[in-house]
């Protein structure tokens, strides 16, 4: 079965210094991987996906992520965080076969210190 | 404006009685799901519908009914509703002409059954 962890419910970084968000996936092929923000009060938005070829994905706001299938990863980066950045961060996978059927990890609120 | 629109944005009801989410998107998306999103399960899919007429269940379906009689339509009832659905509930769409094609959400619908 499929299963999406995220190790890290919270975190603090400073404006300005860098962010890597952990998300490890299980799936028994290569998935669909999807990180998704969800600012207060609002619904998620995409950040960035990974379907296929290039393992380095760029997204929207700076960020971006590595698919590393040895190590079932699809981690988030950003060089520099910004205040606006604060906003809670999904990982999602989702199957071939299966459109917009996507398993959820438990999220991960990004709090942003001046 | 086109988009998504969930309502109500906030409901509060007793255990027992039915209560109605409404979903309605203006892209003719075909694919539209229902997500229920709680503290440490990240989000879960209640129910996907993959054209005007067609549903299924998704992960966690149990005291949910939903119908789509038109495209841009996707209610989610619950038909008695109880504590354990005190959640905040997500509508999507996408559409669907690729696996990977992102969902889009709704601002969501925060529930409360007393």
């Known amino acids: 079965a499929q299963s999406v962890t995220q190790p890290d419910i919270h975190i603090t970084v400073s404006e300005g210094a860098s962010l890597e968000l952990r998300c490890n996936y299980s799936y028994g092929a290569t998935p669909y991987l999807f990180w998704y923000v969800q600012s207060p009060g609002q619904g998620l938005q995409l950040l960035l996906k990974?379907?296929?070829?290039?393992?380095l994905v760029q997204g929207i706001k700076g960020f971006e992520a590595e698919f590393k299938r040895s190590q079932s990863s699809f981690n988030l980066r950003k060089p520099s965080v910004h205040w606006s950045d604060a906003a809670e961060y999904f990982c999602?996978?989702?199957?071939?076969?299966?459109?917009?059927?996507?398993?959820f990890g438990q999220g991960t609120t990004l709090q942003v210190k001046p | 404006d086109a988009g998504i629109t969930q309502s109500p944005r906030y409901k509060i009801t007793e255990t027992g009685r039915q209560v109605t989410l409404m979903c309605h998107q203006t892209?003719?998306?075909?694919?539209m799901f229902w997500y229920r999103q709680d503290l440490g399960h990240g989000l879960r899919l209640i129910y996907y519908s993959a054209a005007a007429d067609i549903t299924d269940k998704g992960e966690v379906p149990d005291g949910y009914v939903v119908s789509r009689s038109k495209t841009e339509n996707f209610p989610l009832t619950l038909e008695s509703a109880t504590r354990s659905q005190t959640s905040v509930y997500f509508c999507a769409s996408t559409e669907g002409d690729r696996e990977h094609s992102p969902l889009h959400f709704g601002n969501g619908t925060r529930l409360t059954v007393t």
């Open positions: 892209w003719s998306h075909s694919y």
């Open positions: 990974y379907f296929s070829g290039d393992t």
């Open positions: 999602a996978v989702g199957a071939r076969g299966n459109t917009g059927k996507l398993i």
